[in-house]
């Protein structure tokens, strides 16, 4: 009940495609849904984040979608290019218990 | 405005020996969280501080212990350290314990 499953494992885009990966969850007392960025030898770095009350959100060319009902949530990279690859890791955090629960994590490549 | 920063950055031991790894908070923030990263996969919760007590441990052995002080810095000690015990060893910290975690970029730490 506490595991977020994360896909695909790994990804190539084309430069300029859109990059499309899924995460879900089973534990609905998780209220806070972020997108971690990790690329070698750095530590993760916060991306984008949503909370279960809204559907969708957008920061330039990264959209996070949320559907509660089915307890899903995704990450759309828009014109994808080559400096955003890297692994991508979306995670789960309920605020009473205060730590983040990450998926296994997504590596990214975007071909040029 | 300086970030997480983790000390040292890699660090090799034998096994059955004691590690102390350190980190400083982000400007601001006083809560610390540890996790543990192994190869491939993502980050995994160790314990978090506030206060400088421990408010949540993650399942872990009570091999792993930590500190933090005054300051809002922390320390991570792993005794007996086993060949398992090899990963990526991450500090995040935020402004209070529901709040969104930044990282520093970690300690590669080798057992032989």
């Known amino acids: 009940q506490q595991q977020v499953k994360q896909s695909p494992q790994s990804l190539i885009v084309q430069k300029g495609g859109i990059s499309i990966i899924n995460c879900a969850y089973e534990?609905?007392?998780?209220?806070?849904f972020p997108w971690y960025q990790q690329f070698p030898g750095k530590g993760p770095a916060l991306l984008i984040a949503?909370?279960?009350?809204?559907s969708e959100k957008k920061e330039g060319r990264f959209t996070i979608s949320f559907n509660k009902s089915a307890k899903q949530f995704s990450l759309h990279i828009m014109d994808s290019q080559p400096g955003d690859s890297a692994t991508y890791f979306c995670?789960?955090?309920?605020?009473?218990?205060?730590?983040?629960?990450f998926g296994k994590g997504t590596k990214l490549s975007v071909k040029p | 405005d300086a970030g997480v920063t983790q000390s040292p950055t890699h660090l090799i031991k034998t096994r059955g020996q004691q590690v102390t790894l350190r980190c400083s908070p982000k400007?601001?923030?006083?809560?610390v969280s540890w996790y543990q990263q192994a190869l491939g996969q993502g980050p995994q919760f160790i314990f978090q501080y506030y206060e400088e007590e421990e408010r949540q441990r993650g399942n872990f052995p009570d091999r792993f212990s930590g500190h933090q002080f005054p300051n809002y810095s922390s320390e991570l000690n792993v005794n007996a350290l086993l060949l398992g015990d090899s990963a990526l060893y991450l500090c995040?910290?935020?402004?209070?314990?529901?709040?969104?975690?930044?990282f520093g970029d970690g300690t590669r730490l080798s057992i032989l």
């Open positions: 400007s601001g923030h006083d809560t």
């Open positions: 995670a789960a955090f309920w605020g009473s218990q205060g730590n983040l629960i």
């Open positions: 534990n609905t007392a998780f209220d806070y």
């Open positions: 995040a910290s935020s402004y209070g314990r529901n709040q969104p975690q930044h």
């Open positions: 949503i909370r279960p009350d809204v």
